[in-house]
C-alpha cells in the first residue's frame, strides 16, 4: 500500500512537471554574429548593451504577444564567412531574425546568408554600401555612411574648411568611407590632400600621424575604430599636428575621453541616433529607464543604437501574429510605412527598407561630455 502511495505521488508530481513545462510559452528565438574575439571585438561593447536593456524590458513585460524573445549569439571574429555560417546555424535551430550583425565584413557576411536563407536581417552595425542598398532581407536602421560622409564634408565646405585628409583602419570597410569622401570632395571641384591606413591594431598608428603631419590638412576626416583614433590622435598631436578632427558615428566619444583625456576635445562625431540624454524625447526616456533596469548608467551613442535596432526587431515581431515565422516577420517589418518610435521615425515598405534618416554633429569638450 505505501508502495502504490508513493507510486501514486510520483506519478502525478510528473504529470504537474509535464504540465508546468508545456505551459511555458515557447520562446521567439533570434540570432546575433558578433565581433567577441579579435582587434575589432570593442566595437561590440555598446550595441550588446542596449540589445540586453531593450529585451530584458520586453521580457519583463510579457514578451510579445505572451512569448519571451531568446537571443542567441556566436562569435564571428569579424570573419563575413563566419558570420554567414551563424546565420545558417541560427536558422537551422528555429531562429525567425537576425539582430545586427556587428561591423561591415560581418554583416556582408550575415546578410548574404539572411538573403539565401529568407530570414529578416534587422539593424546591421554598419553603414556600408552593400549592407544598406535594398535587398529582400535586409532592414537597415542607420543611415549609411556615404550620407554621413557627405553630411560631413558639406558641413565643412559650408563653414570654409578644405584641405581636407583621411585616416582609417585598414580594412575594405574603412577604405570604403575614404574613397566615397574623396568623391565627395571631388564633386565640390576640390581633391583630398591625403590618406592614410593604420593597421587594426595601431601598431603603426605613430607612423601614418607623421606621414598626414607632413602635408599640414585643415581637417582629418576619420573612420577607425576607438583604439586606433586614440593612438593615431596622440602619435599627431605629439608630432606637432594641429588640425580638425571629424570621424564617422562609429567612435565612442567617451572612451575617446577615457584614453587620451583633453587631447580629445574639438573632435567632431556623426552620430545616426538622437542624443542620449535628451530624456525629453519618448525613444530616449525609455532607453534610459531600461538602461537603469539592467544596471547600465552609462549612457552612448552605442547603446542607444543598438537598443532601436532592437526594438524595431521587436516591433516587427509584433506585427507578425501570434506564431511568427520568418516570412510573418517580414512582412510585419515591411507593414511600417513610417512608424514612430517615440519621436524616432523609421521607413519600411515593400520595395523600400530606408531605416532612419536621422543624423547629426556633436563635438568632444575638455571633460568629456558632448556639444551639440
Known amino acids: 500500500m505505501q508502495y502504490k502511495t508513493f507510486q501514486l505521488v510520483l506519478t502525478l508530481a510528473l504529470v504537474g512537471v509535464s504540465l508546468a513545462a508545456e505551459s511555458q510559452p515557447k520562446p521567439?528565438?533570434?540570432?546575433?554574429?558578433?565581433?567577441?574575439?579579435?582587434?575589432?571585438?570593442?566595437?561590440?561593447?555598446?550595441?550588446?548593451?542596449?540589445?540586453?536593456?531593450?529585451?530584458?524590458?520586453?521580457?519583463?513585460?510579457?514578451?510579445?504577444?505572451?512569448?519571451?524573445?531568446?537571443?542567441?549569439?556566436?562569435?564571428?571574429?569579424?570573419?563575413?564567412?563566419?558570420?554567414?555560417?551563424?546565420?545558417?546555424?541560427?536558422?537551422?535551430?528555429?531562429?525567425?531574425?537576425?539582430?545586427?550583425?556587428?561591423?561591415?565584413?560581418?554583416?556582408?557576411?550575415?546578410?548574404?546568408?539572411?538573403?539565401?536563407?529568407?530570414?529578416?536581417?534587422?539593424?546591421?552595425?554598419?553603414?556600408?554600401?552593400?549592407?544598406?542598398?535594398?535587398?529582400?532581407?535586409?532592414?537597415?536602421?542607420?543611415?549609411?555612411?556615404?550620407?554621413?560622409?557627405s553630411r560631413i564634408v558639406n558641413h565643412l565646405f559650408t563653414i570654409g574648411s578644405t584641405r581636407i585628409a583621411f585616416a582609417h583602419n585598414d580594412n575594405p570597410g574603412a577604405k570604403s568611407a575614404m574613397e566615397s569622401t574623396a568623391r565627395f570632395i571631388s564633386e565640390r571641384g576640390d581633391k583630398m590632400v591625403g590618406s592614410v591606413a593604420i593597421k587594426n591594431d595601431g601598431s603603426d598608428a605613430a607612423a601614418r600621424a607623421a606621414e598626414l603631419v607632413k602635408l599640414q590638412p585643415k581637417v582629418i576626416v576619420l573612420s577607425a575604430t576607438n583604439d586606433v583614433t586614440a593612438k593615431f590622435i596622440s602619435a599627431y598631436r605629439a608630432a606637432g599636428g594641429e588640425t580638425a578632427f571629424y570621424s564617422f558615428s562609429f567612435l565612442n566619444g567617451q572612451k575617446l575621453h577615457q584614453d587620451i583625456q583633453k587631447a580629445s576635445a574639438g573632435v567632431v562625431i556623426s552620430q545616426v541616433v538622437p542624443y542620449?540624454?535628451?530624456?525629453?524625447?519618448?525613444?530616449?526616456?525609455?532607453?534610459?529607464?531600461?538602461?537603469?533596469?539592467i544596471g547600465a548608467t552609462d549612457f552612448s551613442y552605442g547603446s542607444l543604437e543598438g537598443y532601436v535596432a532592437a526594438k524595431v526587431m521587436v516591433e516587427g515581431l509584433k506585427r507578425a501574429g501570434a506564431n511568427p515565422t520568418a516570412e510573418s516577420l517580414h512582412k510585419g517589418l515591411e507593414s511600417f510605412k513610417s512608424l514612430d518610435l517615440g519621436g524616432l521615425a523609421v521607413h519600411y515598405r515593400p520595395g523600400e527598407h530606408r531605416g532612419l534618416t536621422f543624423s547629426e554633429l556633436s563635438m568632444l569638450k575638455s571633460d568629456g561630455r558632448y556639444l551639440r
Open 276 to 293: 542620449p540624454w535628451n530624456g525629453a524625447l519618448p525613444i530616449i526616456s525609455e532607453y534610459q529607464a531600461a538602461m537603469k533596469k
Open 28 to 149: 521567439i528565438v533570434i540570432g546575433q554574429s558578433y565581433i567577441k574575439t579579435g582587434p575589432l571585438q570593442s566595437l561590440s561593447t555598446e550595441p550588446l548593451i542596449g540589445i540586453k536593456a531593450m529585451l530584458n524590458a520586453v521580457n519583463a513585460s510579457g514578451g510579445v504577444n505572451g512569448r519571451p524573445i531568446e537571443l542567441r549569439q556566436l562569435d564571428d571574429a569579424y570573419e563575413g564567412a563566419k558570420a554567414a555560417e551563424n546565420v545558417k546555424t541560427f536558422v537551422g535551430e528555429g531562429a525567425i531574425g537576425i539582430l545586427m550583425p556587428i561591423g561591415t565584413s560581418s554583416s556582408v557576411g550575415a546578410l548574404k546568408a539572411a538573403n539565401e536563407l529568407k530570414v529578416p536581417m534587422v539593424g546591421p552595425y554598419t553603414g556600408a554600401g552593400p549592407v544598406v542598398k535594398y535587398s529582400d532581407y535586409g532592414f537597415p536602421v542607420r543611415i549609411s555612411f556615404d550620407e554621413e560622409y
